[in-house]
């Protein structure tokens, strides 16, 4: 695996960095299931990405490493459907399933970092919608649905350790869960991100990328809506004096959502807050619990999600006054 010592070697060899030059690496978090690191250089400002085969969590949590390799094409992909709104990528390594891209400047940050500074910006929220509308739109062909038709990168990151993990906490919301999980499994609509959340969203002046685009595939398009939407709600329930902040970048985020894609793709509510519900409980149950949480939040929101789960309003207008409720706004 590729570390701060060996990553200089690597760029060297790739051509990207010349032979003795100085470089100063860093190792940047954000991630539990792949190596990161920053690189500055002469000329070079890149960070280097390897899949890891075992998640850096407490359970054992393991992963196919050649999702590098789907990521990389992805953003490809992303930048001529979305442009300016992705880093470029400078090269892939599909042996090493390693690839490199360019950095964001130093002054940009995740949009995560600053929502749980309080700073609830619905520009971003609508930007971030009306990006996820174009990638949706301009993903619904056949060729698309062939080159990104493997889900098991999905299936091991998303589906196991979120609804088959709640499935196994929760046998009382199985079959709930289960249904949902199926319908994530079934016949896509068009390319899926998989992680679309505040924390692979980075925020500069006047600009944004999106970033982590490694279970990306072929599938039901209320995933991404329902990821980003789960991130904004637990982030009412932990900053409750800006949860009115909070649910309005989530209408933001909806409304330039479905201003942005044609009709068979128009978000249903119902679906996707039931699958807010079980990201949410998933967020406290799952393998990956959200780490910001405190134990009366995790209570709160697993008490949410499983009513999200189970009854799911059918107007998204319900669903935000019940975040607000139990958020105690």
């Known amino acids: 695996m590729l570390t701060a010592a060996t990553v200089g070697a690597y760029l060297e060899q790739k051509g990207l960095l010349a032979p003795g030059g100085q470089i100063e690496v860093t190792e940047l978090g954000g991630g539990v299931s792949n190596v990161v690191l920053g690189v500055e250089a002469d000329g070079l400002s890149c960070v280097v990405k ?67 500074e309080e700073r609830a910006d619905e520009t971003v929220a609508h930007r971030v919608g009306a990006l996820l509308a174009a990638w949706h739109a301009g993903t619904t062909d056949a060729a698309t649905a062939e080159a990104f038709a493997d889900r098991e990168g999905f299936d091991q990151l998303r589906i196991d350790p979120y609804y088959r993990t709640v499935m196994r906490a929760h046998p009382d919301l199985a079959d709930a869960v289960a249904a949902y999980a199926d319908r994530l499994l079934g016949a896509g609509r068009c390319l899926v991100h998989g992680d679309y959340s505040p924390k692979n969203v980075l925020v500069g002046p006047g600009r944004l990328w999106l970033i982590d685009f490694e279970v990306t595939h072929f599938g039901e398009p209320s995933f991404d809506l329902a990821f980003m939407l789960n991130h904004l709600f637990l982030k009412a329930l932990h900053r409750p004096g800006t949860a009115a902040g909070y649910i309005a970048c989530a209408q933001a985020f909806w409304d330039a959502y479905a201003a942005g894609v044609p009709g068979p793709l128009a978000p249903d509510a119902r679906d996707a807050l039931g699958q807010v519900g079980c990201l949410m409980v998933a967020r406290v149950d799952g393998k990956s619990p959200a780490e910001y949480l405190s134990e009366d939040e995790r209570s709160r929101a697993r008490s949410l999600g499983r009513r999200l789960l189970t009854e799911p309003p059918g107007d998204i207008g319900e669903g935000f006054a019940a975040v607000g409720k139990a958020s105690g706004r």
């Open 50 to 116: 390897q899949s890891l085969p075992r998640l850096r969590v407490a359970d054992e949590w393991l992963a196919k490493r050649e999702r590098a390799v789907t990521e990389a094409r992805a953003l490809g992909l992303a930048a001529v459907l979305i442009p300016g709104a992705v880093p470029r990528v400078l090269e892939l390594d599909s042996e090493a399933c390693s690839f490199t891209i360019e950095r964001a400047p130093a002054d940009w940050r995740t949009w995560k970092d600053e929502l749980l």
